[in-house]
Structure formats: C-alpha cells, structure tokens
C-alpha cells in the first residue's frame, strides 16, 4: 500500500494526440499505487497532497475528485488531508481475471482552473482461493503394450489467483507404474503428466486409482484433489493425428448462438474400437469451456456463449482425438473474434454549472464530460459535435474528456434558456451515435433600464374636480427578471420652482396611476408639466423619466356678471333719453363679462321685461339699447327694462340687468325723478290738474337745479364733457379688480357718461374710460364731483 514513486515514469516525447486534445492541461507524469485485493474500505493509499506538491486548500477550491476508466469509484479523496482511500472492497479476479498485472488506471481532476493527474493502481493478488479440478474424476484407458516412458496428459486445475498463488505444483499418491511430470503451456501454465515407469499388466491389474494433488504457492499453500482411475486395455499401437496441427478461424462478435465456428478432423489407423475417436477438448480455461462446446463425434465446434471483442479478442482452444484405445491426438484452434460496431459511444457528465450569469466572460466552463466507445478501430473513433447558432462550443482536454464552454456574451433578455444536444458519433459501419441533452439556464443581470411606453403623457382634467381623482397613468417596463424587472414610480422635482407640485399631484409607486389632490381651477391654473421617474429594483438601480402634461379643461362654472349698470345695490342709474330719438338711437350699452373661457364666456343679451314693450330693445351680441320706434306723446316718461345676459356653456348661466331710462325734452329739461310705478289712472282725464300743479310747483326748483349744474360744469370741465355716471361698487372677480388693491373697477370697464354741449342732437352717449389703460396702475385719477 506504499505509494510507488519509483514507477512513475516522464513522457518526453511530445505527442501529436495530446496537441490536439489540449494536453497542456495534463500532467506528464503518471503516479502508481498499490494495494492488495480484499482490503477493507478507508484502507490508505497514498497522499496525493505529499505526492503531487499541492495544497490542501487546493482540493475543495478546485473540486478535486477522482475518476477511473470504467467510472466506477474504487477509491475517493479526502478532501480534508488530501489521503487517498479505498471506496470499496476489490476483487482481483473480478477486475483482471488471469490478466497480470492487474493496474486500473485513473485520473485526478481539478477544475479551476481544469487540470488533469494520471495515475494508476496496482491490485496485488492474494491467496484466497483453492485449485480445483474440472472432473473430481478422471478417467484413463491405458493399453497394456504402452511402451514405458508414455505421458497421459491430465486436466489441469483451476485456479482463479495468479502468478505465485496459483497453481505451482501437482503431486501424486505412491504407485509402481507412474510417476508425475509437469509440463509448461506457451500461456505459462503448469499441467501434469502421468508417465508409465512399468509396464502394465491388464491380467494382473486391470484397475489403478491414483489420487492427484494440486498446490498453489500461497503461504499458507491450499490444495484440490482428484481421483484417476486407470483402466488397462488391450493394446492400440496407433494414436489419432489430425490434418492440421493448428486450425485458425475469424469469427465476427456478432455470430448467433450455436453457430458452427469449425469442424476438426483426426484419423486413426488402428481398427474396431481402437479406431473409433472422440472430440474434446484438453486443458482449456473457463472462458473456452464457457464460450464453445465440441460434438465429441463429429468433431464440430459450436458457439455457446456470446462473442465480445472488447473483453477478448481472441481463443487458444486445445482440442484432443481420443481413440477407442485412449490413444489421444491433439491439435490448436485458434479463433480470431472480428470487431464489429456494437457498441454505441459512451457520454458520462462530470461536471454542469447552471444557471449561468448573462455577463459571463467568454471561455467560460459550462460542463466538463468525457466520451468514450468500446469497439476498435475506425469502430472505436468518435466525433463530438453540438449544435450550430449556439454560443458554445467544445474543447477537447485530455484524453476523451471535452468542455463545454461560452463562446461569447449571453443576452438573457434575447434566450434564457439553452437546451444542448451533445452528439456523439463514431466512425463504424453503420455509424452509430448517441445524444444527449443538457439545459443550460441563463441568470439575469440587471443590464436594461426601465423604458416608459411613451416619452411624453398628455393628460386632460376638467376644472372642479373632486379631490385624490385618478387622472390617468403612466407605464414602463424593464425587460430585466426578477427584481431587476420591479419598477418603482416616482415625481421629480419640477423645473418651475413656483409650481406646488406636491400639493397638485401624486403617483401610486407601484402601478404609476397619477391624481389630482385637490380641485382644479381653469381661470387660476390651465395646464402645467412635470416628469415622472421609473426605478428598477436592480444593483446598481437604474431609471429613466418622462414628461407629463397635465390640461386642465374648462367648466362652465361662471355666470355672466353686469359691469354696468352696475347691480351692486348703490343708487341706481338713470339713462337720459330725448323725445326726439329716431328709431335705433343708442340709449345705453349693458357691458358684462364671463370668467369662463371659449364658448363658456361667449355672452348673448335679451330684453326680458320692459315697461313699454315695442319700445326698446336690445342687441343679442353687444348688449346695446337702442330705441325700436319713434316715441309718441301716449308713451310714460320714465322705463324700466330687464335685460338678460346668458353665456353659451352647457348647462348655459345667466345673469339680469335692470334698467332705468327716463324721456325728457332735450337735455335742458330737468330731471325730475317719477316714482317707480305710475298708477295708469295718472294718464286718465281726471288726474290731469294734478300733473299740472305739480309740474308748476317743481319748475322753479328744476330751473334752479339746471342753472347750478350749468355753473358748476363751466368750473370744472377742462374738455366739453358735463358730468359723469357713478362708478359701480361693490365685489367683483378678481380678474376684474385694479391690482393696486383699491378693489375699484379696473380701468379698462370705467365708463363716462355725459351730454354733449353745442350739438343739436342732443344724443346720449357713451365715452371712452377716463384713464387710458396705458397709463400705469399706480397713477392717480383725478376725482370729479358726483353728477
């Protein structure tokens, strides 16, 4: 069991075969060990540690184990001290047969990087088994004319160890006519002989049992017995000879059972019974007598036992023709067994490593196995190939071991999964081949960012929304797996740093729904944008963003509002209109505006009550009042109209203006305000003094009114207007509001009323605002007097 360092042996010749089959990862030197048979399992065996110069850490690291030829674990590694130990019981016999020596060879792999060690085993024979005999009887007819000196060829025993422990010598019991020689066979057994020293004499003795001993050379020696009898007959001077004394025959593995391999003939001059012979066979092994079978008449040899060119190749069969007179003739056949292709390669796996990660380096071992097919001969050689298109390929190592390896980048998200066909084809005929199919997997790397399905969203939200509204959504995807494919959505910060993102917007993080936290309004916030960000759960985490538009829709949720006349509830506001007005004379303009916008602010006027109805009337898209006919004596002084102002939303808001407009003679008459309703008796016959005293009492104090109005107009007036209307008051829209926070009208709706001096017409119009709206809103306006 010592390790046998003074066989190993340096291979300096530098070998074609291991160019090809990447012999650089081999070891030259081949290390022999030794053991004997029937040793118990964990027996030590070397120290491959001490033997090759590694280290022990190199074992595990490297995945060190140990593979014999036939792929049957003998012995194994330990990997904790590097000893080699026995794995299981080994049987010479079993594993060699007569062979000597008997040496399994082996290899120690290493992978990472991979590594080959070639070694071999020398099972050392032991005596554990006895020489037996094939016949416990064996049966000699010996003529009494023998001539002294003949030899009797006698079986040989069996036995199944070798060299010292097997058969080494046979003895015989004490007898006067024979004695016991040994013979040595071309094969280098040993067989007995008997050889006649007297002549026998069948009258006397016609009978001999001689007992044969056969002792191996073991320590202690073991023995088998037999029992010869010899049996005298009469004299037969004439041996059988055959016609050749070595036939020769080619049989192909494949032949069928009891098929006729040969037929040997053998002929005897003698005649009667002493020419009448019988086949056999003489001092054959086990495998012969198993294998093949001879007609003992017709001489025949027949297959009993199937061919198989890799375990034997070729048969010496002794064969013997034994006349009537037990003379005997021998001859060889020798049988030559053809190779055919039986047998198919052979794929073992070693070693698989999947999954594999998508960004592995190219050259990457994938699986290590080895190839091998028992037939000879172009039979024997193999082709290995996988299929085309794959990113793999293989490179043979050392002897029939090949790996499989990366070619180049993997793309997890293009193939995940590899399913490998190794074929193994040999060269025979037929040509057979052998597959076999692997699955190789492909882990994910986080390598793909997330990718929004568009770059940019446009979202559309009607003003007045209810709050936490879902208003749409945004997607990506992430062509990775697993947690590199978990998107997390998030808002970035706005590029406006005004915008109050935060109080306008969330996103759900998990399926990028968006919504409006509170109401929208149209007339304060059209639209805004912001960008979203999409987050892989990767290592490192990569992103990507897009950008969302957010339209906020108009509602119609404004009415109409009077600038003027103003309907804050002050003073109302007298419109002047001459009895002389032709039809279509401008009496006044209702001016409104809509906080809504597009068709929600477009405005449409109508009148909906009027004291005189026929008298005025309005236009739809201005609001303008104009008189619709001339005015006659039998129409009442003073009117009031109601004006409607309606927009143009679905459902369409309105609002109402009332009017007051009072007839005089030209501007000069005075204005002498009537009460709000006249009773219609007022027009009646009887109510005519009445009218006139009052007429009568009131014209001295209108005289006076007209005369102070007119002095103090010529004080003031530095162009020809005469007075103005007051300035509704009161709250109004924000957009409507001077920012100056007087909270008055803004200029651009301040309006002047007045008459026009020098002009015959005397008409009632409407001026331009006061202020310019160029002037700045910080300006001062001079005040006028209340009309």
Known sequence: M??????????????????????????SETWSYSTAEEMEVGTFIANVVKDMGLDVEDLVARGARVIFDDYKPYLRLDPQNGDLLLNEQLDREALCDLTEPCILHFQLLFENPLQFFRAELLVKDINDHTPTFLNNHILLKISEGTTLGTLFQIDSAQDLDVGKNGVQNYTISPNPHFHLKLRHSDEGRKYPELVLDQSLDREKESELSLTLTALDGG???????????????????????????????????????????????????????????????????????????????????????????????????????????????????????VDVNDNPPEIAMTSLTSPIPENSSPEMVVAVFSIRDQDSGDNGRMVCSIQDNLPFVLKPTFKNFYALVTEYPLDREIRNEYNITITVTDLGTPRLKTEHNITVLVSDVNDNAPAFTQTSYTLFVRENNSPALHIGSVSATDRDSGTNAQVTYSLLPPQDPHLPLPSLVSINADN?????????????????????????????????????????????????????????????????????????????????????????????????????????????????????????????????????VKDNGEPPRSATATLHVLLVDGFSQPYLPLPEAAPAQVEADSLTIYLV??????????????????????????????????????????????????????????????????????????????????????SEMEKAPPF
Request: hydrophobic share 40%; charged share 20%; with cysteine.
């Open 2 to 27: 010592e390790p046998g360092k003074g066989r190993a042996q340096r291979t300096r010749q530098v070998l074609l075969f291991f160019v090809f089959l990447g012999g650089s990862l081999v070891c």
């Open 219 to 337: 320590s202690p020696p073991r023995s088998g017995t037999t029992l010869i009898n010899v049996v005298v007959l009469d004299i037969n001077d004439n041996a059988p000879e055959f016609e050749k004394p070595v036939y020769e025959v080619h049989v192909p593995e494949s032949s069928p059972l009891d098929s006729l391999i040969i037929r040997v003939s053998a002929t005897d001059l003698d005649a009667g019974i002493n020419g009448e012979l019988s086949y056999s066979f003489s001092h054959v092994s086990r495998d012969v007598r198993k294998t093949f079978e001879i007609h003992p008449i017709s001489g025949e040899v027949y297959l009993k036992a199937p061919l198989d060119f890799e375990i034997i190749q070729s048969y010496i069969i002794n064969i013997q023709a034994i006349d009537g007179g037990s003379l005997s003739g021998k001859s060889n056949i020798l049988v030559r067994v």
């Open 512 to 644: 990028g729904h968006l919504f409006a936290l509170r109401s929208l309004d149209y007339e304060a916030l059209q639209e805004f944008e912001f960008s979203v960000g999409a987050t892989d759960q990767g290592s490192p985490a990569l992103s990507s963003e897009a950008l969302v538009r957010v339209l906020v829709l108009d509602a119609n949720d404004n009415s109409p509002f009077v600038l003027y006349p103003p309907q804050n509830g002050s003073a109302p506001c007298t419109e002047l209109a001459p009895w002389a007005a032709e039809p279509g004379y401008l009496v006044t303009k209702v001016v409104a505006v809509d906080g809504d916008s597009g068709q929600n602010s477009w405005l449409s006027y109508q009148l909906l009550k009027a004291t005189e109805p026929g008298l005025f009337g309005v236009w739809a898209h201005n609001g303008e009042v104009r008189t619709a006919r001339l005015l006659s004596e039998r129409d009442a002084a003073k009117h009031r109209l109601v004006v409607l």
């Open 693 to 778: 005293v009052a007429l009568a009492s009131v014209s001295s104090l209108f005289l006076l009114s007209v005369l102070l109005f007119a002095a103090v107009r010529l004080c003031r007036s530095r162009t020809a207007s005469v007075g103005r209307c007051s300035v509704p008051e009161g709250p109004f829209p924000g957009h409507l509001v001077d920012v100056s926070g007087t909270e008055t009208l803004s200029q651009s709706y301040q309006y002047e009323v007045c008459l026009t001096g020098g002009s015959g017409t005397n008409e009632f119009k409407f001026l331009k605002p006061i202020i310019p709206n160029l002037l700045p809103r910080d």
